[in-house]
């Protein structure tokens, strides 16, 4: 969740499927909840991710019909980050 979908229904909606809202309040609200502010700063980090993996064309595009194929090229997609992640931190 982000900002945009901060309103009390979707806030419900996610605490009822036993998700975590992370997401800070407007600055007009008259009763502000508390949020951790840690987690939301790592939500970044998940954005560059899916913008990373999105790179690769045939995953943005969804060319496969099965979604095995699919998931099978997010995954390796996935793994090339891995790698490239560890091989850099080395």
Request: aromatic share 12%.
């Amino acid at each position: 969740m982000d900002t945009a979908y901060e309103g009390d229904a979707t806030r419900a909606l996610a605490e009822e499927n036993a998700f975590i809202p992370v997401v800070p309040p407007n600055p007009k609200r008259k009763e502000p909840w508390e949020y951790d502010k840690a987690l939301y700063k790592r939500r970044n980090e998940v954005e560059r991710l899916f913008r990373r993996i999105k790179q690769h064309r045939r995953i943005f595009t969804r060319y496969d019909k099965l979604d095995v194929t699919f998931i099978g090229f997010v995954l390796l997609a996935l793994a090339m980050e891995f790698l490239l992640v560890s091989v850099n931190t080395l």
